[in-house]
C-alpha cells in the first residue's frame, strides 16, 4: 500500500551510511499527502526517533500512514543499521496510538503533564520498536 515513489526514494538512500536526518515526502497518485522522518541519529546507540504526520485529512484511516511508519521503520533497521527507533506523541492522539502500535511500536514511558496543549497541560507518550522485536 505504500506509495512506490517513497519506497523507491528511500531505497536510494540507502548509501547515506552516517547520521544525516532523512525526511521524505508522502504521496499517493502524485498528490502530496504527509511528511515522515528519521532524525536524531546516534550512531554509538544506534537509536533514532521517527515522526510523521498526515496534513490530508481525506487520506486518513486509509493505512497510509501505518504503511509509511513501518517502510520507515525499515529503513531504519536495514539501511541505517539502527537497533531501536523511538517517538513521543501526545497522549490524546489516539488515532496516532493506534497508527504507532500497529506498526510494532511499544508504549515505554509517559512524561506527564509535558506538553501545553489547548488550554491545560497533557502527557506526552515515548513509545518505542526494536529491531529484534519486544523485550
Not at 51 to 73: E, F, K, N
Not at 106 to 130: C, F, K, N, P, Q
Amino acid at each position: 500500500m505504500v506509495p512506490l515513489g517513497f519506497e523507491a526514494y528511500v531505497r536510494a538512500l540507502a548509501d547515506q551510511g552516517d547520521d544525516s536526518d532523512a525526511e521524505f515526502a508522502i504521496e499517493v497518485d502524485g498528490r502530496l499527502i504527509g511528511r515522515c522522518g528519521l532524525f536524531d541519529i546516534d550512531l554509538l546507540a544506534r537509536t533514532g526517533k521517527v515522526g510523521i504526520t498526515i496534513g490530508d485529512r481525506d487520506a486518513w484511516g486509509h493505512g497510509y500512514g501505518s504503511d509509511s511508519l513501518r517502510t520507515l521503520v525499515d529503513y531504519a533497521f536495514t539501511m541505517r543499521n539502527l537497533q531501536r527507533v523511538w517517538l513521543d506523541t501526545l497522549a490524546g492522539n489516539q488515532r496516532g496510538l493506534l497508527a504507532y502500535r500497529a506498526a510494532g511500536f511499544t508504549e515505554e514511558g509517559r512524561l506527564r503533564r509535558h506538553a501545553w496543549v489547548g488550554s491545560g497541560y497533557g502527557d506526552v507518550v515515548i513509545m518505542g520498536i526494536l529491531r529484534d522485536g519486544p523485550v
